[in-house]
């Protein structure tokens, strides 16, 4: 696989260019957590290309270049095998999750002509997850980044690499749904 090619779009590109991206970008993310917080697990993977890779990596490990994450599965297909666990296999009690997010930041936009749509989009996006189980307060359960990596599909934006960082250093219980 060829490496991606340093010539930046981004900045070539004039505001109204730049606004309809960030729009669609936008509207990728939010698509995205709500599927999340609705509960519709089924739908994740459907966010990502097939060869796509999520990861949930803590601060620490991110700033020191550390490799081990909580989470980190290297295609569409593990994300489906994720999804069957957290729906059919794990028991825990129940509890609801609502992200807030920032609106997401176009770090760059490079060609790479071994893509869907010939180019990469490279963008952050700041997170934090609430947690509420019934009948209790809210908590806050993890904030931190998205690093994202998108590219143009027939279908719209897709992820192919999903790098969540949080910054919370102890995470409620544990990591059962995706962030």
Not at 40 to 54: I, K, L, N, T, V
Not at 73 to 84: A, I, P, T
Not at 154 to 175: A, H, Q
Request: contains cysteine.
């Amino acid at each position: 696989m060829s490496s991606i090619n340093p010539i930046i779009l981004w900045d070539d590109l004039d505001s109204t260019q730049r606004m309809l991206w960030r729009d669609e970008l936008l509207q990728l993310q939010l698509s995205y957590v709500d599927a999340l917080d609705s509960a519709r697990f089924e739908e994740w993977p459907d966010f990502f290309m097939p060869d796509a890779r999520y990861t949930v990596q803590s601060r620490e490990n991110f700033d020191r270049g550390l490799p081990l994450a909580l989470m980190d599965l290297e295609s569409q297909g593990m994300m489906r095998d994720r999804v069957y666990g957290v729906t059919q296999t794990i028991f825990h009690a129940p509890y609801y999750m609502r992200h807030l997010c920032n609106s997401p930041l176009i770090v760059d936009m490079k060609l790479n002509d071994q893509v869907e749509g010939g180019f990469v989009l490279s963008a952050r996006t700041h997170y934090s997850v609430y947690r509420t189980k019934p009948g209790q307060s809210s908590q806050i359960y993890n904030v931190g980044c998205y690093h994202d990596e998108v590219v143009q599909t027939t279908n719209g934006l897709r992820f192919i690499k999903k790098l969540c960082v949080y910054d919370t250093e102890l995470i409620l219980n544990s990591l059962i749904y995706p962030i």
